[in-house]
């Protein structure tokens, strides 16, 4: 009966959003008031329903209930409970429920808690978040059914895909999941807006804690993917230029610039365009993104393969919502004024620079991401791979970080070119230091990464102007974030930089005892044991590393088998041991056994890397999430002073 219930509650819950979106729009068209009155409520009971039957997924995974299908093919009585629960939305039909959910939620926290927005732009803004719930109950009632039974319950499952079995890929989707639909809440709130023309400051101040959350919660899911794609695939990298990486960072992207533009709309009332069409392109990357992952178009360790039908399902409604509403602007764009103006040279035309690069960088990965698969639809094989992006999008990575560094300096509407200059001498020198030690001691280095390194210490020492000359206990919270977040980028490009100039390698085929050299280390082959896992068997290698000083340290990487279930055929997986120092990582990857002069298996083959610098990577994606999550809390508690004193005004006013 939880599957039965489950599908029950999804198609109340879609009712519900069909009730909001029918609802609003005879409201906004003129219809009694009452039609208003019915969509937060609608909002929050599609909320809480679609959030129970998620649960009610959860519960059939938990159960090991094979006869759903969804179960059946993504779960597996022997595994742990944690990847049981992940098996939920390790596959297509339960992350899309999922993020129908997140959708929902977010609907339902706005008809709850948003007072700043006049009623008939809140009444658009929640009719445009069910239009977009609508479509995707609609794909998941029509075409992906997640409580679908099986006829005849096999034995057992599946299971889960063995490479998505690691407790960082069980937090990595609902985290991006989390980060998309707060994008889609952006979205809703410029057609919401363009619907009744209140494109203004209170606008883009209700839509500001949507962007700023999502691209939280975007920043640490792109983060996190990349920390796992690092040490659970083996191949040494954090980042591979994967299709699916890559739209996962367009919407990072557009979410950046959004996120800069609907500040200045918010605090100098310019931009207002500009604003409404980058949650438009945000909400689009996301669309796009959902689209090439589940289509079937291609094949990745990240995506859910499908078939084709459901591709162009999802290909219709992202032409239905993503054409519906560049049709509105174009509509509305006449009557949006661009508000106050300002000089090229001011925090805002540094803001407007910071997007046009964003946006640049945004559209020259998405075109060498869709470039090969138009190219294979039209019969002609092509890869793009490092090499373009590291061309088109470094240099201007590196243009951003420059700009970011002035933009803090400036004043509002107009500024000095005398006085910015005066206000960046100590990150010259900086700058100008770390390049002239790189140049002399560092070696042959390539261009791009020395000139990562040097513009990372500009960035890191300009970050902390905002602060000089303050009382840093009286400083509000968003600049504390705004410092945080901008030391973090400082300290992911040194990372990068570093990593890419020093990085050491090592490839062997070792016998134990061998010693290998790599880096500052020796590291000593001691030999393998084998070791039985929950649901898997492993050949676990032992290795001893020493650094110089005559420390040593013991590794233990490993190559794991898990059985084929019901029909399937074995798979293999590295799990790469790390050894984390203040100067970098030494990584380790155990291969395959290969055969001695005798016949036997007493050599296997060993993978060593020394990365210099390379968890300041992470480091900085985390400090970036930080200094953004000190803004939204910082932002939240001028909200509440703001409300508490208006509550005083109008005591005041109204006392006797």
């Known amino acids: 009966m939880i599957a039965e219930m489950g599908l029950a509650l999804l198609w109340i819950a879609a009712a519900l959003a069909c009730l909001s979106l029918v609802a609003g729009a005879v409201f906004l068209r003129g219809g009694p008031r009452e039609l208003a009155s019915l969509v937060r409520p609608a909002s929050v009971a599609q909320a809480v329903l679609t959030t129970i039957a998620f649960g009610l997924l959860i519960a059939l995974f938990v159960r090991s209930d094979m006869s759903v299908e969804l179960v059946a093919r993504n779960s597996n009585s022997l595994k742990p409970m944690i990847f049981k629960v992940a098996g939920t939305w390790g596959n297509h039909e339960g992350s899309m429920l999922l993020w129908l959910m997140i959708l929902s939620l977010s609907g339902g926290l706005i008809a ?101 959350g999502s691209w939280i919660f975007l920043t640490l899911g792109i983060t996190a993917g990349s920390y796992w794609a690092y040490y659970e695939l083996g191949w040494g990298g954090w980042w591979f230029w994967d299709p699916v990486e890559n739209v996962s960072l367009v919407p990072w992207l557009a979410g950046a610039a959004l996120l800069h533009s609907v500040a200045v709309t918010a605090t100098r009332n310019a931009l207002r365009a500009w604003t409404v069409m980058l949650a438009v392109i945000g909400f689009s990357m996301s669309m796009v993104g959902t689209f090439i ?69 945004l559209a020259l990965v998405l075109l060498g991401t869709l470039y090969p698969i138009v190219a294979e639809a039209m019969g002609e094989k092509i890869s793009v791979g490092p090499p373009y992006y590291n061309r088109v999008a470094g240099p201007l990575a590196l243009i ?25 001498p100590m990150a010259i020198f900086a700058g100008a230091a770390i390049l002239f030690a790189l140049i002399l001691f560092g070696g042959r280095i390539g261009l791009l990464p020395l000139l990562g390194m040097t513009v990372a210490g500009v960035v890191a020492v300009a970050s902390l102007a905002p602060l000089w000359g303050r009382n840093l206990r009286r400083t509000p919270l968003p600049t504390w974030g705004m410092v945080v977040a901008h030391f973090g980028v400082a300290v992911c490009l040194a990372g990068m930089g570093a990593e890419s100039a020093f990085i050491k390698e090592r490839l062997v085929a070792a016998a134990p005892g061998d010693i290998v050299k790599v880096g500052d280390f020796s590291v000593k082959f001691v030999g393998v044991k084998p070791v039985a896992g929950p649901n898997y068997t492993a050949i676990k290698g032992v290795l001893v590393a020493t650094i110089p000083s005559g420390r040593s340290f013991t590794m233990r990487p490993e190559a794991r088998t898990f059985p084929g279930l019901m029909g399937t055929a074995p798979t293999e997986t590295n799990e790469a041991a790390l050894l984390t120092r203040p100067g970098g990582q030494l990584y380790a990857v155990l291969g395959q056994p290969v055969p001695g002069d005798d016949g036997g298996a007493d050599r296997y083959q060993l993978r060593l890397w020394w990365k210099p610098l390379v968890w300041w990577i992470w480091l900085g994606g985390a400090l970036i999430a930080i200094g953004a999550s000190l803004s939204l809390l910082g932002r939240a508690q001028l909200l509440t002073i703001w409300r508490v004193r208006r509550a005083q005004k109008a005591e005041e006013r109204f006392a006797p």
């Open 112 to 212: 709850i808690f948003e007072k700043r927005l006049r009623e008939d732009t809140l009444v658009a803004t929640l009719a445009a978040q069910a239009a977009l719930s609508l479509g995707f109950f609609a794909f998941l009632l029509f075409s992906s059914n997640p409580f679908k039974r099986l006829p005849v319950a096999p034995p057992d499952g599946q299971g889960l895909n063995p490479l998505l079995q690691d407790i960082g890929l069980a937090f990595h989707p609902p985290t991006l999941y989390v980060g998309y639909v707060g994008l889609s809440v952006a979205f809703s709130f410029a057609v919401g807006a363009l619907i009744t023309r209140e494109i203004g400051p209170a606008f883009a101040r209700a839509m500001r804690p949507w962007v700023l």
């Open 293 to 361: 992952v589940r289509s079937g178009l291609l094949t990745s360790v990240h995506s859910f393969a499908v078939d084709p039908e459901r591709g162009t399902f999802l290909l219709v409604l992202m032409a239905i919502y993503i054409g519906g509403a560049l049709t509105l602007f174009a509509l509305r764009a006449g009557s949006v004024a661009e508000g106050k103006k300002f000089a090229l040279l001011s925090r805002e035309g540094s803001l407007v620079i910071n997007n046009l690069l964003l946006t640049t960088i």
């Open 400 to 424: 951003l970080c420059l700009v970011m560094v002035a933009g803090p300096l400036l004043s509002w509407r107009r500024d000095d070119g005398k006085k910015l200059w005066s206000r960046l």
